[in-house]
């Protein structure tokens, strides 16, 4: 398995990805509103693993520059229909991870993962990554579940359908082993936060400085 199968998963997956509902919409609109206040109108911002476009969307138009990138051309190709449905100039996609992506001349501001870095092989490789590519007290926001942090069935059960071929790559680890690699990856952690509807569903909000 590589991240080459993982794309050829959600490649497959991507239409009936694209039809299904959010699981918590109060929990989701917490999360836009919270980033939203983060985000400045001069920010070049960049979303890893931005799926069908639909965040990215809703959050370009308050910053100058916002790029969404999934590792899915499938995922990326619904995302362009919906930005050719409602345009938004300062919105582009592009297939692409995180690895991939060169720090250039014009870092980002702000760096956005959402529901992604469990799904990445190399997480301390990847948080180092993200670092590079973000200005001086760039903000690195996230929120992904932990499953570690999960009941014993969906820690089994991830596995096991990665065994089956019914899921792509998934780490399991705790919210605490997220906060030391985001730390260890040369981040100051601003605020770590829930923003479930009912009770902790494993997925927070962090919100990191880089140092």
């Not at 938004?88 to 001349?105: C, K, N, Q, S």
């Not at 973000?134 to 992904?144: D, P, Q, R």
């Not at 906060?179 to 981040?187: C, D, K, Q, V, Y």
């Amino acid at each position: 398995m590589s991240t080459t199968s993982d794309a050829r998963f959600w490649d497959r997956t991507s239409r009936k990805y694209a039809r299904g509902a959010v699981a918590d919409p109060a929990g989701y609109e917490r999360t836009l509103d919270r980033t939203r206040a983060l985000l400045r109108p001069g920010d070049r911002a960049l979303e890893l693993g931005c799926g069908t476009g639909t965040t990215a969307l809703r959050l370009a138009g308050g910053v100058r520059s916002y790029l969404a990138t999934d590792i899915s051309a499938g995922m990326i190709a619904i995302a362009e229909e919906k930005r050719a449905a409602s345009p938004v100039p300062e919105l582009a996609f592009r297939t692409a991870t995180a690895e991939a992506l060169m720090p250039g001349a014009a870092p980002f501001d702000a760096i956005l993962g959402f529901n992604y870095l469990h799904l990445v092989r190399d997480l301390p490789g990847t948080l180092h990554r993200i670092h590079a590519l973000l200005a001086a007290e760039g903000l690195f926001i996230s929120k992904t579940p932990c499953v570690g942090d999960m009941n014993l069935l969906i820690r089994l059960a991830v596995p096991a359908m990665r065994a089956i071929g019914r899921a792509p790559y998934a780490g399991i680890f705790r919210a605490v082993e997220l906060s030391r690699l985001i730390s260890a990856a040369g981040f100051d952690i601003l605020a770590t936060e829930c923003h479930a509807t009912k009770g902790n569903d494993g997925r927070p909000y962090i919100v990191a400085r880089k140092k």
